[in-house]
């Protein structure tokens, strides 16, 4: 879902460079990594619809809470004249971000429901206590 040049927005390519000293898996792990955790909140969602998406089809708030997830992951690696603290700050907000989403207290626009699987039991049974006999 995102790519190197996404990150235009949140990173200077000179910053990017000199926290990869040569080594381009650095930046592609914490991108996998940041993807993960995300689809770990987001159970509720067609996962791979919003995941495999490309180009102008990708979510907006879904690339920028993966950016600032990546960000942060990639960052921790060195500290070449970047605030850690502002970071750190956006990493936090877009955790909180994910929770309110998994909880229902949020609902993305667009975002597809999870498929559920053909054969999958949707039983679901209610019951209570036995009525009483009393009267007044």
């Known amino acids: 879902m ?3 040049d996404d990150f235009k927005t949140h990173l200077y390519p000179e910053l990017i460079e000199a926290i ?3 080594d381009e898996t ?3 792990t914490a991108i996998k990594a940041s993807s993960l955790l995300a689809k770990g909140y987001m159970s509720r969602f067609d996962k791979a619809a919003l995941f495999d998406a490309t180009g102008a089809s990708r979510d907006e708030m879904l690339l920028m809470i993966l950016k600032d997830l990546t960000v942060w992951n990639f960052i921790i690696i060195a500290n070449p004249n970047i605030s850690i603290d502002f970071h750190r700050a956006r990493y936090e907000d877009a955790i909180k971000l994910l929770e309110k989403i998994q909880s229902g207290k949020m609902v993305p626009d667009g975002w597809p429901p999870a498929v559920t699987p053909e054969n999958h039991d949707t039983f679901f049974h209610v019951s209570s206590n036995p ?4 009267s007044y």
Do not use: A
């Not at 009525?131 to 009393?134: D, K, L, P, V």
């Open 2 to 4: 995102l790519t190197r």
């Open 20 to 22: 990869e000293r040569d």
């Open 26 to 28: 650095k930046l592609e």
């Open 131 to 134: 009525r009483r006999g009393t």
